[in-house]
Structures are given as C-alpha cells and as structure tokens.
C-alpha cells in the first residue's frame, strides 16, 4: 500500500510570505503524478498543481510550485506572497496510474494578517 | 477542465435511513470516484465506478452499505444504507479526465446521521 507523509499537522505563515508544505510518498512505480489540493472550510476539494515522475522542470501554476525531488520522493509545495485566502487544509496525493488517489493526512495553513 | 455538481449539498438525516447522493459532471468521463472524508480526517477512497461495469470497492466497504450506481458517462450516485452516526461524513465525488492528468472534485455533500 501507498504511504504519503505530510508531517507539519498545522502551519502558520504571515501574509505576503512565502510558505512550504511538505509531502513525501512511498512508492515502487517509476511512473506517477503527484497533486495538491487544497481544501477550504466549505469542505470543497481544489486543485492546486500536478508534476508527473518524468517532467524535467518543477510545475508552477501562478504562486504554486513544487519542490520535485525524485530521488528523496518528495513533492513540497511552495505557496508564495500568502494571502488570507489560502487558509485552508492542503492535501497532497499521488497517482500511479489507477487514477484513484491516496490522500495524505493534510496541513492545516493558516495565513495570519 | 470538468464541472462537477452533488444533490444534496448536506442533510440531516436519522439512523437507520438511507442517502442517495447524485453526482452529475458537465462531460463524459470514463472514471469516477466516491470519497468519503470522516470529520477532521483525510479523505478515503470508498469505490471506483466506471459505466458499464459493476463498482469497485476498497478495503472496508461493502455494496451492501454503499450501493453505487453509473448508468452513463456523466452520471453516478452513491446511496449510504441503514445510516449511523458513525457515517456522518462528506461524501466528495471525483472524476478522472479520459486521456489527462486531471481529476475533479464535486462540491461534497455534508451528512450528519442523528
């Protein structure tokens, strides 16, 4: 069985600063995907970002990255210049290619004025 | 990109009842998924239900508990039986484009069993 690691429960960040949630993942697949998703108070799940095992470059999606280490099998998620609206649950979830996911136990941030 | 509604968004409902949860997506899509997140919990998925074939359940779900239905490719639902309150959760269903990456959520129904 899969075994994702998002080891930081809860995060505090000021707002305009740059954060980052970590994720690991246990898994023997060469090929994968890794997601965010970020999960409000309203209980909606949204997707963040994605990097698939063999993309050269880390994914960016406007103030999302991932810190991809392959080797480490980590997939941080960096959130830059924070706004009050990021306070939310982030989840972190990887694909080997049933398309199902296994999610991590989650990071509660929250963006502090 | 897909859009994903639920009916109903939240219920209230007593035990021994049963939900029948609807999930309808705005294009044809070969998986989809039903999630149940229990309170403070991370989500776990319940089963995969692809059209034409009977759904596939996880580890510690049964059909009998959570029959689900896909009559098409835009269509499912997901009925919680002989409720408890052991089964208050939200229920999220998800979608996995054909030939991409991406994977949707529904909005979730919050159900609360009293």
């Known amino acids: 069985a899969q075994k994702i690691t998002q080891t930081q429960p809860g995060m505090f960040v000021q707002e305009k600063e740059a954060v980052t949630l970590d994720c690991t993942y246990d898994?023997?697949?060469?090929?994968?995907?890794l997601f965010w998703y970020k999960q409000p108070s309203s209980g909606e799940m949204i997707f963040l970002i994605y990097?698939?095992?063999?993309?050269?470059q880390n994914a960016t999606e406007g103030r999302y990255s991932l810190n991809f280490q392959k080797a480490r099998k980590s997939a941080n998620l960096v959130i830059s210049a924070s706004q009050l609206g990021d306070s939310a649950m982030y989840f972190c979830?990887?694909?080997?290619?049933?398309?199902?996911?296994?999610f991590g136990s989650g990071t509660r941030l929250q963006v502090q004025p | 990109s897909a859009v994903i509604s639920q009916k109903p968004s939240r219920d209230i409902c007593q035990r021994g009842t049963s939900l029948t949860i609807q999930c309808q997506v705005d294009?044809?899509?070969?998986?989809m998924f039903w999630y149940r997140q229990q309170p403070g919990q991370s989500l776990t998925l319940i089963a995969t239900?692809?059209?034409?074939?009977?759904?596939?359940?996880e580890s510690g779900f049964v059909i009998d508990k959570f029959p689900i239905s896909r009559p098409n490719l835009t269509f499912s639902t997901l009925t919680v039986s002989n409720m408890s309150p052991e089964d208050s959760s939200i229920y999220l269903c998800?979608?996995?484009?054909?030939?991409?990456?991406?994977?949707?959520f529904g909005p979730g129904t919050r159900l609360t069993v009293t």
């Open positions: 239900a692809n059209q034409g074939s009977e759904a596939t359940y």
């Open positions: 998800s979608v996995a484009v054909d030939s991409s990456y991406e994977q949707y």
């Open positions: 294009s044809q899509v070969t998986m």
């Open positions: 979830a990887p694909d080997t290619g049933r398309r199902a996911l296994t």
């Open positions: 898994t023997s697949d060469q090929s994968y995907g």
């Open positions: 990097q698939g095992s063999y993309d050269e």
